[in-house]
């Protein structure tokens, strides 16, 4: 069946029937929650069987389960994590400091895994600046590109353990951003040079990754006129210079960092060459107006979802909570060292 190249939200905790037929009709590639559609176990597995039958497929459904400040699951029915820096800044142990990043991805895909989500927006990758907005701050695994591309790879690793797809981000890179782009559109005055040596490296080492997501960033180095979302000169950087080939979606098209009607930001980025539309907001009207203007999948972005949905698989046998007692049993020990 065609796909129509977006990934949608929903509004709530179940579906409703307008949800349904829409979704029905228009056939998103995926999903993506949200804390708004998020109460117990039980609910979030049936809202995902749910968001499958409507599309009559074993569609992808997506999350922001980074842990720590960004995290839609949380207690008392999931583990809380401390922001992930705090784990990268434990000790001078970079092997151990590995393995509890593993084991804390592992945990996370296993929970996720568990509710029927297997795609999780992780690692991020952004290398952050001291004078940056905070918006990555303790979000990123470390302050140099060489750890955060070694670190990167090792969450990813943990993701997939468990069958869960992780998602590269946000390429070409938001750590130099002043602005958070969820409310305003950040520039970055940076050379090339210097992006090149810093900023492109992390997605640079693990371009193999099969997810990816944009920045909402304008570079006045790549493209002074629009941020990368909906630059051309933008995605053909991360196509050739990067030289990642795994399917690529937008961050969220209703983010203020962008403006003007949503199915002209829809467009825009298809055009520049983002293979899907992130659109997280479950607007019903939104999400209407993105269906009768954006094609379904182009045949390059059908080879990179099959290449990329090969990759989920069963999750083994975890507890959750053993990973974790796991990973705070090594923190422990690098506390101690």
Known sequence: MAELATIFGCSGLTLTEAERAFFAESAPWGFILFARNIESPEQVRALCAE????????????????????????????QDWAPVRD??????????????????????????????IDVN???????????????????????????????????????????VLPVIKHLPGHGRALHDSHEDLPRVTATLEDLR???????????????????HITYDAIDPSACATLSPAAIRLIREEIGFDGLLMTDDLSMKALDGPMTTRASKALKAGCDLIL???????????????????????????????????????????????????????????
Not at 53 to 69: F, M, Y
Not at 286 to 313: C, F, G, H, Y
């Open 121 to 163: 927006c992780v690692p991020l990758l952004d290398v952050p600046q001291p004078n940056a907005h905070p918006i990555i701050g303790d979000r990123a695994l470390g302050w140099s590109a060489a750890e955060i591309a070694i670190r990167g790879r090792e969450a990813a690793a943990g993701l997939l353990d468990c069958g």
């Open 279 to 337: 659109h997280c907001n479950g607007d019903m009207a939104e999400m209407q107006e993105i269906a009768a203007t954006v094609p379904n999948l182009t045949e390059a972005a059908q080879r990179r979802a099959a290449r990329a949905l090969s990759l989920r698989k069963p999750c083994p046998a975890e507890d959750p909570a053993a990973l974790r007692h796991a990973h705070d049993a090594l923190l422990q020990e690098m506390a101690d060292a």
């Open 197 to 215: 040596a810093t900023d492109f490296l992390p997605f640079l080492a693990l371009r193999d990754a099969a997810l990816g997501m944009t920045a």
């Open 51 to 78: 968001l499958r039958v409507s599309v009559d497929s074993n569609a992808p459904i997506l999350i922001d389960q980074e842990g720590g400040r960004v995290a839609r699951l949380r207690p008392p029915h999931w």
């Open 87 to 116: 784990l990268c800044e434990a000790g001078v142990n970079e092997v151990s400091v590995m393995k509890a990043l593993r084991l804390r991805y592992r945990a996370i895909a296993a929970e996720l895994s568990a509710l029927g």
